[in-house]
């Protein structure tokens, strides 16, 4: 019984405790009650039971107590005890009252009967209390260390503090269980030290939320479905008031990891064969990744046409590079944007103003010819001309292209557009410069 009241009265307490200016210390002894070293009433001069709990002259008892209101006419001081059991008194002598006190009175003192059996626990079987307090503190942490080391300096459940104390931890968490956000790495982390959740926060530059909807390359490029955290927990009271958290795992994002995912999303565009939307062929950077999966996610990296051309022609070996190169170099119609095709193979188009007409060139990757549909300039505007071509790109991507020229040819369809198909002859020949002679009948058509 006494040892649950003990417990009860110290968690009880504590929990509330916060030091303030107000907040001081005083020493019962020798029938005093002291406010440093020097400076002290007797217990008469209070509202002390002394007559009924007779404590010890041989024994120091500390309180902490809360300065409620001074009278000074009659120099009484009202106070508040705020912890019966104080362990760290270091700062007792150093106080010094700055009006002289003749009378103490405690608002908030126990019965006597209580306050007999918690000073009796304080000044003879203090050792008891602290290997109680020590062994529900073991069960709670669940480490081993000496008895014989002082709670204070250790317990973070059961100590009054004056400071901010640090706890180290070290864990791993779930990439699906964190959150990208604009800066850092978010997530909640149950420690068992403290038998509490905490939220927790990875800075890197590098971050940004919509990273959150392709999650999987990240895991994929760092090798890991967890990655690893170091955590600095500030306790004040007992209880966490700030957290610091790095990663080795969320460091190394970093351009270089960022560039390697844009690379492999890529790849993911030009693996054929590429089966994806039946009626649609020609797509812009905003919809060209939600065509494998990422549909959310999108064009996440803000890759404008010119970068995912450049890139290509950067990272693979392209067998028409130099006409690539040609048509990028072209000055594109106003308002036209470089569009993509996805089936049969990955490809591109280009939109070029003549001066009588709208010429929109196909160039597949590694493929051995190039496309040109001609709109007169005048018969509709641009966003009709390309869904024109669309149908007509759709009808090659179904039928296949033999038997979409074989058709043209034969006034059998899309008699509305000039066609023209341009191979790249000797293409890979030593001798003949095949490259010279497309550019040549590529410019003769643009007119």
Same mark, same amino acid.
Request: glycine share 4%.
């Given at each position: ?17 916060? @030091? ?7 020493? +019962?002894?020798?029938?005093?009650? *002291? ?8 217990? /008469? ?17 500390? %309180? ?32 010094? $009252? ?30 008891e209390l602290d290997k109680a307090l020590e062994e529900g503190y073991q069960e709670f942490k669940g480490i081993d260390s000496p008895l014989q080391r002082e709670i204070s300096k250790k317990n973070l ?7 901010? !104390?640090?706890? !180290?931890?070290?864990?791993?968490? %779930? ?22 959740? #905490? ?7 590098? #971050?940004?939320?919509?990273?959150? +909807? ?16 170091? /955590? ?46 039946i009626d649609k062929s020609l797509f812009s950077t905003d919809d060209i990744f939600g065509e494998f999966g990422d549909i959310e996610a999108g064009n996440v990296f803000n890759q404008s046409e010119e ?8 990272? @693979?070996?392209? &067998?028409? &590079?130099?006409? #690539? ?11 036209? =944007? ?5 089936? $049969?193979?990955?490809?591109? +188009?280009?939109?070029?103003?003549? !001066? ?5 060139? *196909? ?9 040109? *549909?001609? #709109? ?13 071509? !669309? ?16 058709? *043209? ?28 002679? %497309?550019?040549? =009948? ?6």
């Amino acid at each position: 019984m006494a040892y649950k009241f003990l417990l009860i009265l110290t968690l009880d307490l504590r929990s509330r405790f916060k @030091m303030k200016s107000k907040n001081v210390i005083i020493k +019962l002894h020798q029938g005093r009650i *002291w406010f440093n070293r020097d400076q002290s009433i007797d217990f /008469a001069s209070s509202n002390l039971p002394y007559h009924e709990i007779r404590l010890n002259p041989k024994h120091e008892v500390f %309180w902490l107590i809360e300065q409620l209101s001074y009278d000074r006419d009659s120099s009484a001081l009202a106070v508040k005890v705020i912890d019966y059991f104080l362990r760290d008194v270091i700062s007792f002598s150093d106080q010094h $009252p700055k009006a002289i006190i003749k009378r103490v009175h405690f608002i908030n003192l126990p019965d006597a009967d209580d306050l007999k059996l918690a000073l009796r626990y304080y000044s003879r079987q203090m050792s008891e209390l602290d290997k109680a307090l020590e062994e529900g503190y073991q069960e709670f942490k669940g480490i081993d260390s000496p008895l014989q080391r002082e709670i204070s300096k250790k317990n973070l459940l059961f100590r009054s503090y004056k400071e901010k !104390e640090k706890l !180290e931890v070290n864990f791993e968490v %779930w990439f699906k269980d964190a959150a990208f956000k604009l800066g850092y790495i978010v997530f909640d982390k149950d420690i068992k030290e403290l038998k509490q959740m #905490l939220h927790f926060k990875v800075a890197n530059d590098f #971050l940004l939320p919509e990273f959150e +909807l392709i999650k999987g390359y990240f895991i994929k490029a760092l090798g890991t479905r967890k990655f690893d955290v170091k /955590a600095s927990i500030m306790m004040e009271d007992g209880k966490p008031i700030e957290t610091h958290a790095t990663s080795s795992i969320i460091k190394k994002i970093d351009e270089n990891l960022i560039d390697s995912i844009k690379n492999t999303r890529m790849s993911m565009l030009m693996r054929p064969p590429f089966k994806g939307n039946i009626d649609k062929s020609l797509f812009s950077t905003d919809d060209i990744f939600g065509e494998f999966g990422d549909i959310e996610a999108g064009n996440v990296f803000n890759q404008s046409e010119e970068e995912i051309l450049r890139q290509i022609l950067e990272k @693979m070996n392209v &067998r028409n &590079r130099k006409q #690539l190169e040609y048509l990028a170099g072209v000055k594109q119609a106003p308002e036209a =944007r470089l569009k993509f095709s996805l089936y $049969p193979y990955f490809g591109f +188009l280009f939109t070029v103003e003549g !001066e009588k007409m709208m010429h929109f060139i *196909w160039e597949l990757l590694n493929s051995h010819a190039t496309y040109i *549909w001609s #709109l007169d300039k005048g018969e509709d505007d641009l966003r009709i001309q390309y869904r024109r071509v !669309e149908d007509a790109i759709n009808q090659v991507r179904n039928n296949g292209r033999e038997q979409y020229k074989n058709s *043209w040819r034969s006034s059998h369809i899309d008699q509305d557009l000039l066609f023209h198909v341009i191979h790249h002859e000797d293409a890979n020949s030593p001798f003949v410069e095949g490259f010279v002679k %497309w550019r040549h =009948r590529v410019g003769e058509l643009l007119i």
